[in-house]
């Protein structure tokens, strides 16, 4: 491409014919009229001048001299002047200035282009000479500096300096080699302002001590080249690998980088580093040989500097390895006699390692002969060093020094003509402990070969045994010979290869059972231990066992004798659990039910068999009351019980009769026929009709009676154990009982009751716990555990009875409600009136729940809500049945008119159609007779009579004593709902509301293709749902 020129012309027409003819010749021209406007140009424009055209005269102001004088003060521009004439006066004025040449403005295109050219060739001359003269005036002084350099790194950076005055507008980037000389790292770059130089650094991660690249892969790739060679692709592919991923590329755009050239530093074929030029414009270097002679100079100095600090610190290291050593150096001069043989040594030098081992002081003995230093000193050292002089063959040897009473190890050589040195160390501590070692050894020999235990070595490297005792080979049943060398899965261990527990499991066996095997296949059972010791540096398993062969027939011997002790254990607790049900069998399960009697009992059996039974019978209108007791514990004791139990039964016709004093006779007779011997029964006899109590007593715990506020045992009758006599005579008493009256009868387990300290407690704090409990069974009962339980432990030591009577007048009371607003304080005064008689939620509820279905349909449908009517409500309550009448003020109905409750699709549709009022009604008289014993109604049809009988109270006799104390059942959450089911409580009974909720639930949950659960215990509650045709719209479960 042409040059740049700027003309000056003072003269327009001629600058513009200038101009012309310039660019006809393909140059880009840019004119001036005067001094000042080239001087502007030149100085302020961004205008890339490269030649001037300079017209001397310029007229006015300032001449083309003057300003060609003020260009060249500050650039490097060639000038051609011009000018009109061709005047010897105007030339001589040029002499002044650096110009290359001069021409007549008339010249013609071939003149003008040429003295272009021929300026433009002395321009570059002059640079070129110019920098070959600065370059070699800077390796002048940097190779007198390099000589003075004893530092790499000033080294590095005077290299970097240099090329960078000699090679303008290139980077440099210099590699070095790591001072382990396995790996070439970037060292420095150059060339850069130090701005761009920081966002290169920060770009391509420049960090001089971390990139670093394998000397092997750096050498082949690059440091082959010694002379500067051009890379057409861009960077070189070295470094690329020096440089973090993508940055090469990033660089080469970043400094708009043309070519690449690269020489390695070698001295010798050794490896330095590198040189690297990242040239922007022009793909060629100039003067490359100069270059070139200053990377060998500097590559030169550097190999000499690194040679230098090497041999020194070679130097260095062996002075160090000398001063040191922990063993012993010293150089000999051997002395020969007239013969030619050994006959004596000279010391030369030592180490302090040598004066240390010996007692000997290099000053002592410097120069001097062994004779003399050591004159016990043995032919055998001055012979075996003498060999080694002569033959020039090393030795090395163990020997014990008579003269320094010491054992030696010593390696001897010969260094030079006449000489040996020796290394050598005190081994007297090892020998010392050799032998100990070697004395260990054979008594560990004699202890293995004499154990009774087996040892084994085993490599666990490779599972093979390396050693045995004599125990364990006779145990195995092979010679030791013959073991070893094997491996020991499959062979001693029954473990598969690859399975060892310790090797592969890593599993700790410290004294656990295992199975040998032996030659013969025989599973041998033995008591192992492995740890990991460690014999000459390498680690090893060390196994030792007992044989437990006897042992384990032994314990099998027990095992089986114990098992059977234990099945016949298993059986007699089988035969006395059985005697125990049959025992507690002999007791009612169930109370008979009388109108004046609340009957109530409990039965606390011990853990053994006991002697305890009770009867509890009605006979037309009287109640037969029995307790008895044997003597003792266990079987006998329960034979007993089961004797008189049966002997009680045969004469019941007696007490029947009211005649309690001739029944125990008759009973004691009887067991006197049998023998009876050391042990004699108790017994309490009565019998209940209406307000009379008659009773007799053979020597059983009188009982107690609650009238009013006070307490008192029953007046005490004639009579002895049964068993006791023939002649015994059981005086009856009788008392008139008041209502409201209590009867507590129990027997002499809760008379010797023990305290948690083991004391007795008193017989009166046992009737005031009694007495201060509530009188229903649902409560007494487990209060009464709970309150026994807090003083002492239980199961009691004996059986225990208690039978409590509550005596009661029937109630009748008459009631009137208008509203059911008004049923709810008649309903708690019901309640609570029914609850006295001892009736449980069982019989409690459903009678509750249909007298308000009942009072409800009164007032809704019989009264049809007329507040000014009423509904009169009579109950009649005793201890064996509740009896209601509902009798409202309307016309009456008839109760086959009300529609099917249990038409299932037909309350469906009613839901369906928001029928709100009537799917809610209709099931109450369907609930009433499920609920109830008797539902009748008068002939009007608005007087209805509901009898609930009382369901026979259950003997309460609880097994499980860690569930106690008991918690009575509550009602208030008796239906619990959850997201897909409702729970309905055991002793809750649902009233109608209840029944269409769980109605309007189940329809809807059907609509939206879901299932509702219904699940209830109550049998009685789960036969409502069923008769109401539920299963058809719901999951009818009952419960546990």
């Given amino acids: 491409m042409k040059k740049s020129i700027l003309l000056v012309e003072d003269d327009a027409v001629i600058a513009w014919a200038g101009q012309k003819k310039l660019e006809a010749l393909g140059y880009k021209v840019i004119t001036a009229h005067d001094g000042k406007t080239a001087l502007d140009i030149i100085f302020n424009s961004r205008a890339a001048v490269e030649i001037i055209l300079m017209d001397i005269d310029l007229g006015r102001g300032m001449s083309g001299i003057n300003t060609a004088h003020e260009i060249l003060s500050k650039k490097d521009i060639p000038i051609i002047f011009l000018s009109s004439f061709e005047d010897h006066q105007i030339i001589g004025q040029l002499e002044s200035v650096s110009s290359y040449g001069y021409i007549v403005k008339s010249s013609s295109s071939a003149v003008l282009e040429s003295s272009i050219n021929m300026a433009c060739r002395l321009h570059s001359a002059r640079l070129k000479t110019s920098r070959q003269l600065e370059a070699m005036q800077n390796i002048s002084r940097a190779t007198l500096s390099l000589a003075a350099i004893q530092n790499e790194d000033e080294m590095f950076d005077l290299l970097g300096k240099v090329l960078g005055t000699l090679i303008k507008d290139t980077v440099i980037l210099i590699d070095r080699l790591s001072p382990d000389r396995r790996q070439i790292y970037i060292h420095a770059i150059y060339g850069l302002e130090k701005t761009l130089l920081g966002n290169i650094a920060g770009i391509i991660g420049f960090n001089p001590s971390e990139r670093k690249v394998p000397v092997s892969e750096y050498y082949i790739k690059n440091l082959q080249k010694t002379k500067l060679e051009i890379f057409k692709n861009g960077l070189a592919e070295y470094s690329r690998d020096a440089l973090p991923p993508g940055s090469a590329r990033l660089l080469e755009k970043l400094l708009s980088i043309n070519a690449v050239y690269s020489m390695g530093l070698l001295k010798d074929r050794d490896l330095l580093g590198s040189v690297n030029f990242f040239c922007r414009h022009e793909a060629v270097i100039e003067e490359p040989e100069i270059i070139e002679t200053m990377i060998n100079i500097f590559s030169a100095s550097l190999h000499r500097l690194q040679s230098d ?577 509902v009798k409202d003020q309307g016309d009456g109905f008839n109760p086959a008119a009300v529609p099917d409750p249990c038409d299932i699709e037909r309350l469906k549709n009613l839901i369906a159609a928001g029928n709100v009022k009537i799917y809610t009604h209709g099931r109450g008289i369907l609930m009433t007779r499920l609920y109830m014993n008797e539902v009748s109604y008068n002939e009007k049809g608005n007087n209805v009579r509901i009898v609930k009988n009382r369901t026979r109270p259950e003997v309460f006799s609880p097994e499980d004593y860690r569930a106690l104390p008991l918690q009575t059942q509550s009602t208030e959450t008796g239906i619990i709902n959850t997201e897909n089911s409702v729970i309905i409580s055991d002793h809750y009974y649902p009233d109608s509301r209840d029944v269409a909720g769980i109605l309007g639930r189940a329809v809807r949950m059907q609509k939206n293709y879901q299932k509702l659960s219904i699940i209830c215990p109550n049998l009685h509650v789960h036969q409502l749902f069923s008769m109401l045709n539920f299963d058809k719209i719901a999951e009818l479960q009952v419960a546990p």
């Fill in 309 to 885: 600090k090497l041999l020194e610190k070679s130097e260095q290291r062996f002075r160090e390895l000398f001063n040191s050593m922990t063993s012993a150096f010293a150089l000999h001069e051997m002395i020969f006699d007239e013969n030619g043989q050994p006959a004596d040594y000279r010391f030369l030098s030592v180490n302090p390692a040598f004066e240390k081992m010996t007692g000997l002081k290099a000053a002592d003995i410097t120069d001097q002969r062994v004779s003399r230093i050591l004159p016990r000193i043995e032919s055998f050292w001055i012979k075996t060093y003498g060999r080694v002089v002569i033959t020039g063959e090393p030795s090395h040897f163990e020997h014990y020094s008579c003269g320094l009473e010491k054992y030696y190890e010593v390696t001897a050589y010969r260094p030079a003509a006449g000489q040996f040195a020796c290394i050598f160390n005190d081994i007297t501590e090892r020998k010392k402990m050799q032998s100990e070692l070697e004395d260990g050894e054979e008594r560990s020999r004699i202890l293995m070969n004499h154990l009774s235990a087996g040892v084994i070595v085993i490599n666990p490297e490779n599972n093979i045994i390396e050693q045995i005792n004599p125990f364990a080979a006779r145990l195995f049943g092979q010679p030791a010979e013959k073991i070893i060398g094997h491996e020991c899965h499959k062979f001693l261990c029954p473990a598969e290869k690859g399975k060892c527990p310790v090797i592969n499991l890593v599993q700790k066996i410290d004294n656990e059972e295992r199975i040998m095997l032996a030659a013969d296949g025989r599973e041998i059972p033995v008591m192992k231990s492995v740890s990991k010791i460690q014999i000459n540096g390498r680690e090893k398993l060390l196994e030792t066992f007992v044989d437990i062969s006897l042992q384990k027939k032994a314990e099998e011997e027990i095992r089986v004798s114990r098992k059977l002790i234990e099945d016949e254990l298993v059986r007699k607790e089988q035969s006395i659990h059985k005697a125990q049900i049959l025992q507690r069998n002999l007791n009612p399960r169930e109370l008979p039910v009388l109108p004046g009697i609340d009957i109530c009992a409990l039965y606390l059996p011990c853990e053994e068999l006991g002697g305890d039974f009770f009867s509890i019978t009605q006979a037309g209108s009287r109640l037969l009351v029995i307790c008895g007791d044997c003597t003792g514990h266990g079987i006998e004791a329960s034979m007993y019980a089961t004797l008189l139990k049966s002997l009680a039964d045969r004469y019941l016709n007696l007490l029947a009769e009211g005649r309690p004093g001739s029944f125990l006779k008759a009973v004691n007779c009887a067991a006197l026929s049998y023998h009876i011997d050391d042990s004699f029964p108790v017994m309490f006899a009565a019998c209940i009709e209406k307000e009379k109590f008659i009773y007799a007593n053979a020597n059983y715990p009188l009982p107690y009676l609650k009238q009013g506020n006070s307490i008192s045992q029953l007046i005490k009758t004639g009579g002895m154990h049964i068993g006791f006599s023939a002649d015994t005579v059981y005086e009856e008493k009788y008392f008139t009982l008041l209502p409201g009256s209590s009867l507590y009868i129990f027997s002499d387990a809760f008379l010797e009751i023990k305290s948690h300290t083991g004391n007795f407690i008193a017989e009166e704090k046992i009737i005031t716990i009694f007495d201060s409990l509530p009188l229903p069974a649902e409560k007494f009962f487990p209060e009464l555990i709970k309150r026994l339980s807090a003083v002492t432990k239980l199961p009691l030591d004996d059986d225990a009875t208690l039978v409590a009577l509550n005596f009661h007048n029937p109630v009748k009371k008459t009631f009137c409600v208008h509203t059911e607003k008004d049923l709810k304080d008649v309903y708690t005064e019901i309640e609570s009136i029914i609850t006295s008689f001892g009736y449980t939620e069982k019989d409690r509820q459903p009678a509750l729940v249909s007298l308000q279905e009942m009072v409800l349909n009164a007032l809704t449908h019989g009264n049809r809500g007329e507040e000014t009517k009423f509904a009169e409500i009579t109950a009649e309550i005793d201890a064996a049945k509740i009896v209601f009448s």
